[in-house]
């Protein structure tokens, strides 16, 4: 099987095709994925489109085609894509892979990139999203940034007429869901953290978390004489330096990394080595000496020290339910006048956290054209009960009685960052009935809380889905219907899966209902009349095939 993007009449008129015949193959405008086997999957262009990466210090934005006739049928053939209607549609944007720039700092696979880029413009889709990995950019040292491979992929892009939004990610990449590669901190900084392992984020037990560094030292000169605030600020400001050409162009938006997945939450369901698993309530993060001080303080300013000496005694454990549990259970010590405290401190340090940092991305960016976003976790399991404990460690004081996304949705407006938000996709029946899910009252929260501020809301899938039932749930919740509207939405992710057959006939019919405003107008099945963009069965190849390995 394998999918083929027909340059079909809807693109190119009778005379295009008859001067199409004087040129070789006469099949100007045809890609095809074949799925060959579960390891190996090839991208097949013909030979009639030119694939070429673009080297790092090109800054052509030519097309890649040759000659200005092809340019033209180059034009037609992206004819679906030509801009969204203004003010009704949702423009689609698709994650890149996770090691789309190598360890050594170039572009990975750049020919089936470029092709890859080609593939998704004729889909429809606006842009794609990337990460600006701290631990690849900073690798060398303190201050020694490397962008040459976040470079050529922009200007790659910027060719294709696509967008790009740009991750600052100052988090670890492995040991959570869909983490397909392993990309920890920089080395400087994790010889900081091995001569200070309070750097990071510790649970009760003593396990140290080193995904990302802990909140509590934000202020502090911990990491070679700058505050960890500061070392975010001069990445992001070396960002807008290299970059200031692009930003607000073709890089529309940069979405500001504040935790572990790059989301403003503690890392309080770690899936490394086995620590936790769904839908286990996790464990509170605050036992690092910064946090305790903190704590201690927070205690000390109300005249109750007893409250600080530690976290909750009677939280349970990662895996446990929260009836299992003194603090979650339905009448537990969450209600009381002590959980209240303890809980109001957890998740305010942690809007605090996300305000300086988002603060300091405002004054960064000011002026650059360049949308500001931040991520919000969407973590429905236990939403169906009184104290949401899972929220509840995850720092999102969010209750039965008590709004917790609205102080964080005010924060963000404060800063005019875009709330970006994940589990867009789900559907409560589709979850197991034990886990008290309800992914749909959670967005619809959150819908709720981004009206109530004037908080711009986006979108993500938590997980990846290609099936035409999730891109149905997007459509719905991407309305606002019930309270806000997306402004965008982030699809999860580009991979060999991804160009198969079915899956990408679903991601053009969603990037075409998108744009229009969330109308459900399918692609028919065969699409006779080749009045859409035609995702094919297998088409013939010839010995002229050139190949390009899929990222």
Same mark, same amino acid.
Not at 424 to 439: F, K, L, T, V, Y
């Given at each position: 099987?394998?999918?083929?993007?027909?340059?079909?009449?809807?693109?190119?008129?009778?005379?295009?095709?008859?001067?199409?015949?004087?040129?070789?193959?006469?099949?100007?405008?045809?890609?095809?994925?074949? +799925?060959?086997?579960?390891?190996?999957?090839?991208?097949?262009?013909?030979?009639?489109?030119?694939?070429?990466?673009?080297?790092?210090?090109?800054?052509?934005?030519?097309?890649? $085609?040759?000659?200005?006739?092809?340019?033209?049928?180059?034009?037609?053939?992206?004819?679906?894509?030509?801009?969204?209607?203004?003010?009704?549609?949702?423009? %689609?944007? %698709?994650?890149?892979?996770?090691?789309?720039? =190598?360890?050594?700092?170039?572009?990975?696979?750049?020919?089936?990139?470029?092709? =890859?880029?080609?593939?998704?413009?004729?889909?429809?889709?606006?842009?794609?999203?990337?990460?600006?990995?701290?631990?690849?950019?900073?690798?060398?040292?303190?201050?020694?940034?490397?962008?040459?491979?976040?470079?050529?992929?922009?200007? @790659?892009?910027?060719?294709?007429?696509?967008?790009?939004?740009?991750?600052?990610?100052?988090?670890? &990449?492995?040991?959570?869901?869909?983490?397909?590669?392993?990309?920890?901190?920089?080395?400087?900084?994790?010889?900081?953290?091995?001569?200070?392992?309070?750097?990071?984020?510790?649970?009760?037990?003593?396990?140290?978390?080193?995904?990302?560094?802990?909140?509590?030292?934000?202020?502090?000169?911990?990491?070679?004489?700058?505050?960890?605030?500061?070392?975010?600020?001069?990445?992001?400001?070396?960002?807008?330096?290299? $970059?200031?050409?692009?930003?607000?162009?073709?890089?529309?938006?940069?979405?500001?990394? @504040?935790?572990? &997945?790059?989301?403003?939450?503690?890392?309080?369901?770690?899936?490394?080595?086995?620590?936790?698993?769904?839908?286990?309530?996790?464990?509170?993060?605050? *036992?690092?000496?910064? @946090?305790?001080?903190?704590?201690?303080?927070?205690? %000390?300013?109300?005249?109750?020290?007893?409250?600080?000496? =530690?976290?909750?005694?009677?939280?349970?454990?990662?895996?446990?339910?929260?009836?299992?549990?003194?603090?979650?259970?339905?009448?537990?010590?969450?209600?009381?006048?002590?959980? +209240?405290?303890?809980?109001?401190?957890?998740?305010?340090?942690?809007?605090?956290?996300?305000?300086?940092?988002?603060?300091?991305?405002?004054?960064? $960016?000011?002026?650059?054209?360049?949308?500001?976003?931040?991520?919000?976790?969407?973590?429905?399991?236990?939403?169906?009960?009184?104290?949401? #404990?899972?929220?509840?460690? #995850?720092?999102?004081?969010?209750?039965?009685?008590?709004?917790?996304?609205?102080?964080?949705?005010?924060?963000?407006?404060?800063?005019?960052?875009?709330?970006?938000?994940?589990?867009?996709?789900?559907?409560?029946?589709?979850?197991?009935?034990?886990?008290? &899910?309800?992914?749909?009252?959670?967005?619809?929260?959150?819908?709720?809380?981004?009206?109530?501020?004037?908080?711009?809301?986006?979108?993500?899938?938590?997980?990846?889905?290609?099936?035409?039932?999730?891109?149905?749930?997007?459509?719905?919740?991407?309305?606002?219907?019930?309270?806000?509207?997306?402004?965008?939405?982030?699809?999860?992710? @580009?991979?060999?899966?991804?160009?198969?057959?079915?899956?990408?006939?679903?991601?053009?019919?969603? #990037?075409?209902?998108? =744009?229009?405003?969330?109308?459900?107008?399918?692609?028919?099945?065969?699409?006779?009349?080749?009045?859409?963009? *035609?995702?094919?069965?297998?088409?013939?190849?010839?010995?002229?095939?050139?190949?390009?390995?899929?990222?």
């Amino acid at each position: 099987m394998a999918l083929t993007l027909h340059s079909s009449s809807s693109f190119i008129n009778a005379i295009d095709i008859k001067t199409l015949k004087t040129q070789e193959e006469s099949s100007i405008g045809s890609i095809s994925y074949a +799925q060959l086997n579960s390891s190996t999957c090839r991208l097949r262009v013909k030979s009639s489109i030119k694939i070429e990466p673009v080297s790092s210090d090109s800054k052509s934005q030519t097309s890649i $085609f040759d000659g200005k006739r092809e340019h033209e049928i180059l034009e037609k053939f992206h004819g679906l894509s030509g801009g969204r209607k203004t003010g009704s549609g949702v423009p %689609v944007f %698709v994650m890149l892979p996770l090691d789309t720039v =190598s360890i050594g700092g170039n572009l990975n696979r750049a020919r089936a990139m470029n092709a =890859s880029l080609m593939a998704l413009k004729s889909a429809g889709v606006e842009g794609v999203m990337v990460d600006a990995w701290w631990g690849l950019v900073e690798k060398d040292g303190p201050s020694k940034y490397n962008w040459d491979g976040y470079f050529e992929l922009i200007q @790659m892009v910027q060719k294709h007429g696509l967008k790009i939004q740009v991750v600052m990610s100052f988090h670890q &990449c492995g040991g959570n869901v869909g983490d397909s590669c392993s990309i920890p901190l920089p080395p400087w900084v994790l010889e900081e953290i091995s001569k200070n392992p309070d750097l990071v984020y510790t649970d009760k037990s003593g396990r140290r978390n080193p995904e990302y560094i802990s909140l509590g030292c934000d202020s502090l000169p911990v990491l070679k004489g700058r505050t960890p605030i500061q070392v975010y600020s001069d990445f992001m400001r070396s960002f807008r330096e290299t $970059f200031s050409d692009y930003l607000g162009g073709v890089i529309v938006e940069v979405q500001v990394g @504040m935790g572990p &997945c790059g989301e403003l939450r503690y890392p309080a369901y770690p899936e490394s080595n086995g620590t936790w698993r769904f839908p286990g309530i996790g464990e509170f993060q605050c *036992y690092d000496k910064y @946090m305790r001080a903190s704590l201690k303080a927070a205690s %000390v300013a109300i005249k109750n020290e007893d409250w600080g000496i =530690s976290g909750p005694h009677d939280s349970g454990n990662y895996n446990q339910f929260p009836e299992d549990t003194g603090f979650f259970k339905r009448e537990g010590t969450w209600n009381t006048e002590y959980g +209240q405290f303890f809980l109001a401190w957890y998740s305010d340090k942690l809007v605090e956290h996300g305000n300086q940092l988002l603060g300091a991305a405002e004054g960064i $960016f000011r002026g650059t054209g360049a949308k500001l976003s931040g991520k919000v976790a969407g973590i429905h399991w236990h939403y169906g009960t009184r104290a949401h #404990a899972a929220e509840l460690t #995850a720092g999102y004081y969010n209750t039965r009685d008590r709004d917790g996304y609205l102080a964080i949705a005010q924060m963000m407006a404060k800063r005019g960052v875009v709330l970006n938000f994940t589990c867009m996709e789900m559907r409560d029946g589709e979850q197991p009935s034990h886990a008290n &899910c309800s992914p749909e009252g959670l967005v619809k929260q959150v819908k709720m809380a981004t009206k109530t501020t004037g908080t711009e809301l986006a979108g993500e899938n938590a997980l990846e889905r290609y099936d035409e039932s999730a891109f149905e749930q997007v459509l719905a919740t991407s309305r606002s219907d019930t309270g806000n509207g997306l402004t965008a939405f982030t699809y999860l992710r @580009m991979n060999k899966r991804l160009f198969e057959g079915e899956n990408w006939r679903n991601l053009v019919a969603f #990037a075409k209902n998108m =744009s229009e405003g969330g109308r459900n107008v399918g692609l028919s099945e065969y699409d006779t009349g080749r009045s859409d963009l *035609y995702v094919g069965l297998i088409i013939k190849k010839d010995k002229k095939t050139e190949e390009a390995v899929l990222v």
